[in-house]
């Protein structure tokens, strides 16, 4: 463990330098070296989302599209149908409650004289 920290302390003080006022600042060589790695990762994003397009762009790609959204007008087909059933239920529960209420007059109210 001890030789890693060294190695990376090494490692760290050689990739950076010193200026006047004691700042440490990365050398050129360690700029170049980022800037190489920022310039493949932005190509390496570059390729990918061409890939993406063109796999949205093929026939299969299409194929998925369309049948997602196939997919999606049955599960709202289905919920509307749900929905539906739901309230036709409540509907017939409702008038059944009322029609029981209608049925069953409230007996008369009671009065007590003292």
């Known amino acids: 463990m001890k030789k890693f920290a060294l190695v990376l302390a090494a490692a760290l003080l050689t990739a950076c330098q010193t200026d006047s006022q004691g700042n440490v600042e990365p050398t050129a060589e360690t700029r170049d070296a980022t800037q190489d790695v920022k310039d493949g990762a932005q190509a390496v994003s ?7 397009q ?3 762009d093929s026939d299969a790609g299409q194929r998925v599209a369309e049948g997602a959204a196939k997919i999606g007008q049955g599960v709202k087909q289905g919920a509307g149908e749900a929905a539906e059933a739901a309230g036709d239920t409540l509907s ?7 029609a029981e209420v209608k049925k069953d007059d409230p007996p008369p109210p009671t009065t007590t004289t003292r």
């Open 46 to 52: 570059d390729q990918a989302t061409a890939a993406a």
């Open 92 to 98: 017939r529960e409702g008038r059944e409650a009322q």
């Open 54 to 56: 063109q796999v949205r």
